[in-house]
């Protein structure tokens, strides 16, 4: 059974960084899109980044562009995630998601797309 498992939440103030992992088991991890969304309290999940399949693109949301670095070690099956000059709107539940296509290369990684998901890790920033 495929798991997804995040790791790296936590509080933190304004400006400081954190790096979110997410290990993948019983998944032919280097076949596979990864990426990240989040949610905040009383808001729709919403798209952070991905990377394709062979780690050769990547993809952000307006938002976070310029402070977030997504980035893949296929021998490790773990996707990564950091996150710089944190702001508090950037609080949030992260989710780690896989895919559902294997080797998928698009630009477009819609919620509804992917097949795999992580239970989330918290990320708090206060002001």
């Known amino acids: 059974q495929v798991q997804l498992v995040e790791s790296g939440g936590g509080l933190v103030q304004a400006g400081a960084s954190l790096r979110l992992s997410c290990a993948a088991s019983d998944l032919t991890f280097r076949r596979y899109a990864m990426g990240w969304f989040r949610q905040a309290p009383g808001k729709e999940r919403e798209f952070v980044a991905h990377i394709t399949w062979s780690g050769g693109s990547t993809y952000y949301a307006d938002a976070v562009k310029g402070r977030f670095t997504i980035s893949r070690d296929n021998s490790k099956s773990t996707a990564y995630l950091q996150m710089n000059s944190l702001k508090p709107e950037d609080t949030a539940v992260y989710y780690c998601?896989?895919?559902?296509?294997?080797?998928?290369?698009?630009?477009?990684?819609?919620?509804?797309?992917?097949?795999?998901w992580g239970k989330g890790t918290l990320v708090t920033v206060s002001s």
């Open positions: 998601a896989a895919h559902r296509r294997a080797y998928y290369s698009s630009s477009v990684f819609d919620v509804d797309d992917m097949g795999y």
